[in-house]
């Protein structure tokens, strides 16, 4: 299954020059923990990210003022995007082994197309599970029926 029809296309972009202070509040009121940064605020291409422990770690935990710093200064700029083509398990194996847990999805033109995050994966996975776990369930009761 391609990722673009997974991913989760409910994705906040900001502009590099979007103060820390200013994409944190953001995340808050988004109820996100990562924003996808691209050169400006019109723009869907993304050259970075920014997640809730970025801010933590790089600006509170250093004492650093979150007003005089921007997102683009403190974003991973080796960003993981993957095309929305991808298999979904393909994606997966890629996070696995960069050790990377939000992947912004992308078009043949690097243009975005939703984000996929360990958290969305792993609720798929899950449901996955579930359902398979339902099918033995169901094999067993008819089974039983039989018998009786």
């Given at each position: 299954m391609p990722v673009r029809d997974i991913c989760n296309r409910n994705v906040v972009v900001t502009g590099r020059d979007t103060t820390v202070s200013d994409g944190a509040t953001l995340m808050r009121n988004m109820h996100i923990g990562d924003l996808v940064v691209a050169e400006t605020d019109d723009d869907n291409r993304p050259i970075g990210l920014v997640t809730d422990r970025d801010i933590v770690v790089e600006v509170v935990a250093a004492g650093l003022d979150p007003t005089s710093l921007t997102v683009g200064d403190i974003m991973s700029d080796s960003i993981e995007?993957?095309?929305?083509?991808?298999?979904?398990?393909?994606?997966?194996?890629?996070?696995?082994?960069?050790?990377?847990?939000?992947?912004?999805?992308?078009?043949?033109?690097?243009?975005?197309?939703?984000?996929?995050?360990?958290?969305d994966a792993l609720g798929l996975v899950g449901e996955a599970i579930d359902s398979l776990s339902g099918l033995i369930r169901n094999e067993v009761e008819r089974e039983m029926s039989r018998l009786d």
């Open positions: 995007s993957v095309r929305g083509d991808k298999d979904f398990w393909d994606a997966l194996d890629h996070m696995r082994q960069r050790g990377i847990r939000r992947q912004p999805i992308v078009d043949a033109q690097g243009d975005l197309e939703g984000i996929l995050t360990l958290d």
